[in-house]
């Protein structure tokens, strides 16, 4: 993500909008073991 972010901030974008920030409440995680925990210091984080 950090180079998701850095990209945009090169391309001069005005503001990013993360979405889908919930894995922890999909039934496999997304692939991945997420815990609701893992979630808030991700969005956190990202914020």
Do not use: H, S
Request: include cysteine; charge should be negative; hydrophobic fraction near 35%.
């Amino acid at each position: 993500m950090t180079a998701r972010l850095d990209l945009a901030k090169a391309k001069r974008c005005d503001g990013v909008e993360p979405d889908n920030v919930d894995v922890y409440t999909q039934i496999n995680g997304g692939g991945f073991k997420v815990t609701y925990q893992d979630q808030i210091i991700y969005n956190t984080w990202l914020a």
